[in-house]
């Protein structure tokens, strides 16, 4: 790999973790479990919020959906099935 290949690779992890770093604030900050679970309509709304927010900060979709792994929408349909599970794991656990 020449010097240039390197640098560039280098700068596309920096902004790919960039992006990470913003999503994962991103969503513990604004996404919380609402019902139904795995609202599209809701999870595209938080898409729409969330590359809002991050064109002001020079983030782009391409740049979220690396860091995600998968598309914006089903990110927000996962971090909200996520919030559910977390708000119901403790009263499963207490009625065990």
């Given at each position: 790999m020449c010097k240039d290949e390197n640098?560039?690779?280098k700068e596309l992890?920096?902004?790919v973790?960039?992006?990470k770093?913003?999503?994962?604030?991103?969503?513990?900050?604004?996404?919380?479990?609402t019902l139904p679970v795995e609202d599209e309509w809701e999870a595209i709304?938080?898409?729409?919020r969330c590359l809002e927010e991050a064109?002001?900060?020079?983030?782009?979709k391409n740049e979220l959906e690396k860091a995600?792994?998968?598309d914006l929408v089903k990110c927000m349909v996962d971090a909200q099935v996520a919030s559910a599970n977390a708000r119901i794991a403790p009263?499963?656990?207490t009625s065990s």
């Amino acid at each position: 790999m020449c010097k240039d290949e390197n640098t560039s690779m280098k700068e596309l992890l920096m902004t790919v973790e960039r992006a990470k770093a913003f999503l994962d604030r991103w969503i513990l900050e604004n996404v919380h479990d609402t019902l139904p679970v795995e609202d599209e309509w809701e999870a595209i709304q938080l898409a729409c919020r969330c590359l809002e927010e991050a064109d002001t900060q020079g983030i782009t979709k391409n740049e979220l959906e690396k860091a995600a792994g998968v598309d914006l929408v089903k990110c927000m349909v996962d971090a909200q099935v996520a919030s559910a599970n977390a708000r119901i794991a403790p009263l499963v656990q207490t009625s065990s």
